[in-house]
């Protein structure tokens, strides 16, 4: 995974006033913590945290973080956004070693057309969109994949089937479904009246 260098300033204004002067001045109020450090108060640049975090690996970037002379190594953990424009609103960065592992989220990706599902008047039903794992940093996927291509009606692929990148693992059942193909409305109904006609008439 790229690493992303981003500067930060050290924040010694608190409180929610300050916090608004910063966006208008168009900085982000941040706090850096982790592996032992004191919680430290940040801004970091607005336009330089949109890049940080819209690259390939989106919020799992791997950030190589700038803060009076020294780096460090760090996540974005909490996005906090405005509720109306998705703007960023706060940022927390955890400080992270490069050879432990972490836990993370990664987004879920369907590829392929199902159509042995979708001829049959069935729907594709995606019941997992991300997915927690376990990785050293610079090893978080930046998405899974799925193949759907060849799901059945009434089949599933399940979290037992995804291909995780080597010395990536999850902690979620194996046997949860990620994707299914559910049978078109009213066709168990229609198979159930099926099944009482025939021991009617036996």
Not at 117 to 146: C, Q, R, Y
Not at 169 to 176: F, H, K, L, P, Y
Request: no cysteine; hydrophobic share 45%.
């Amino acid at each position: 995974m790229a690493e992303v260098a981003l500067a930060a300033q050290v924040r010694t204004a608190q409180g929610s006033s300050n916090s608004r002067r910063l966006r208008a001045s168009g900085h982000i109020p941040a706090v850096l913590y982790g592996h032992g450090i004191d919680p430290v108060s940040l801004s970091v640049n607005g336009r330089d945290l949109r890049l940080a975090l819209n690259t390939e690996a989106g919020l799992n970037a791997l950030i190589n973080l700038a803060v009076d002379g020294k780096t460090h190594l760090a996540l974005a953990r909490e996005v906090q956004r405005h509720p109306v424009r998705g703007t960023v609103a706060h940022v927390d960065f955890q400080v992270v070693n490069r050879n432990e592992q972490v836990t993370a989220e990664i987004p879920v990706t369907f590829v392929g057309e199902a159509s042995k599902v979708t001829k049959f008047g069935g729907i594709v039903e995606h019941l997992i969109s991300s997915l927690h794992v376990t990785a050293t940093p610079a090893t978080i996927p930046s998405h899974i994949e799925v193949d759907i291509t060849e799901l059945e009606l009434d089949g599933a692929i399940r979290v037992k089937d995804l291909a995780l990148p080597a010395g990536v693992t999850t902690a979620v059942d194996v046997e949860d479904p990620v994707v299914i193909g559910k049978a078109p409305r009213g066709a168990a109904a229609s198979t159930g009246d099926a099944e009482g006609e025939a021991s009617a008439e036996g």
